[in-house]
């Protein structure tokens, strides 16, 4: 018996699948910014090429909007409105942790506070169409017919890699953001020293 089955994938084929849309997410990610920027930039978190936020944030639609997958003016209305709450929860966690948040819409009309806007919105309910209108579909039918052997390497290197990755950069982030706190207090004070003087 298996002990974990998704959408008829195990979980080796599960992680494949999750760290293809990762990636997919990852290299739209570097478009959009290299569009707006002018320049590339790596999108990711660490330095593996994967914005895993894309990966989980198309595993829980799958479950959200199995209901609704064949009916495309809901899924499309459902898309908009989950994926800019899930944006809105991401911004969020990323201020409690990094005191950050690593995109910005300040540039673009009917924004909020820059982290949410209309127009990403909008193209989150064109995105959920894509997928579940049309890609997702293929996308496991193509993770089942590699050869599995192959699909067991990837399914285990590949969050291996990314955990210890993460891991790293994480830690890191999280000891320089110490270190910057350290230094403005120090500076808070030497301010408050020469008030006195």
Request: glycine content about 6%; some cysteine.
């Given at each position: ?37 002018g ?59 990094f ?7 300040d ?20 995105l ?25 390497i ?8 990314y ?15 110490r ?19």
């Open positions: 018996m298996k002990i974990f089955m998704f959408h008829g994938m195990d979980i080796f084929q599960f992680f494949v699948w999750f760290f293809i849309y990762s990636f997919l997410g990852w290299g739209m990610e570097c478009i959009v910014i290299r569009r707006q920027k320049y590339w930039e790596n999108r990711g978190f660490a330095k593996l090429p994967f914005c895993v936020i894309y990966g989980f944030g198309v595993f829980i639609a799958c479950y959200l909007f199995a209901p609704i997958q064949h009916n495309y003016a809901a899924l499309y209305v459902w898309g908009c409105i989950g994926a800019t709450v899930f944006e809105y929860i991401v911004a969020m966690a990323m201020m409690k942790l005191g950050e948040v690593w995109w910005n819409y540039h673009l009309k009917f924004n909020y506070k820059g982290i949410l806007c209309l127009e990403s919105t909008l193209a989150w309910g064109l959920a169409l894509i997928i579940f209108g049309y890609f997702n579909i293929r996308l496991e039918s193509f993770v089942m017919h590699i050869n599995h052997r192959y699909v067991m990837m399914g285990t290197a590949l969050p291996i890699m955990v210890t990755d993460f891991t790293y950069h994480f830690i890191t982030r999280l000891r320089d953001n270190s910057s706190m350290a230094e403005f207090q120090e500076d808070a004070d030497k301010v408050k020293e020469i008030k006195k003087c």
